[in-house]
């Protein structure tokens, strides 16, 4: 598995916004909802936007965890509801 790869992996299960870093510099900042796994492309649901944009893999130079992760933990959940679901 390449780098760029498992970082895609890691982007897919995190749950907030995401940085993109294209290999020509550009940058582009969103919420990664889907992937082709060891594929051609990833796609992001921009920030503040309903807009979604397709980026190749092969463009990809890194990926930032730049938002906050809106998923809990157990452990979180628990103490904010004191045990009740």
Not at 24 to 39: D, I, P, Q
Not at 57 to 73: P, Y
């Amino acid at each position: 598995m390449t780098d760029i790869q498992a970082q895609i992996d890691a982007a897919f299960s995190y749950r907030g916004h995401v940085t993109a870093v294209l290999k020509n510099g550009e940058t582009v900042e969103g919420y990664l909802f889907n992937r082709e796994r060891g594929g051609d492309y990833v796609e992001l649901i921009l920030k503040n936007s309903d807009e979604r944009r397709k980026l190749a893999v092969a463009e990809l130079e890194k990926i930032d965890f730049s938002g906050k992760d809106h998923a809990e933990t157990h452990e979180q959940f628990m103490k904010r509801t004191g045990g009740k679901s």
